[in-house]
């Protein structure tokens, strides 16, 4: 079954760093592009980061330019795109989604309202908790 799955969340101080992968299993990424959500108890889905299927363009929420980074190895056939996560605050905390755009320009991939289609996928997502 194909699937995204992330990994890399945990529990770490104000300040800190932490790196979440969104793995492809079952099929590759090179004609997705990606981004990033996140959900905080009692907020709205807010997108955090999204990078286009090539690479080249990236975007990110205003709230975490400047200390986070996405990116994606070019290769082909690449099942694996990364969300480096520096000077992480209280804020930040919640589950981290990663989801698939099947041909969708990047930008789509960092709005809040999307919703994936029969040819997207959606992660379960992974929990990142940033203590004060």
């Known amino acids: 079954q194909s699937q995204l799955v992330e990994s890399g969340g945990g529990l770490v101080q104000s300040g800190g760093s932490l790196r979440l992968s969104c793995a492809a299993s079952?099929?590759?990424?090179?004609?997705?592009?990606i981004g990033w959500f996140r959900q905080a108890p009692g907020k709205e889905r807010e997108g955090v980061s999204c990078?286009?299927?090539?690479?080249?363009?990236?975007?990110?929420a205003d709230s975490v330019k400047g200390r986070f980074t996405i990116s994606r190895d070019n290769a082909e056939n690449t099942t694996t795109v990364y969300l480096q996560m520096n000077n992480l605050r209280p804020e930040d905390t919640g589950v981290y989604h990663c989801?698939?755009?099947?041909?969708?320009?990047?930008?789509?991939?960092?709005?809040?309202?999307?919703?994936?289609?029969?040819?997207?996928?959606w992660g379960e997502g992974t929990l990142v908790t940033v203590s004060p």
């Open positions: 990078i286009g299927h090539r690479g080249g363009i990236t975007g990110y």
């Open positions: 079952g099929f590759s990424l090179d004609y997705y592009a």
């Open positions: 989801a698939a755009g099947w041909a969708r320009p990047a930008q789509a991939m960092c709005a809040p309202s999307f919703r994936p289609g029969p040819k997207d996928y």
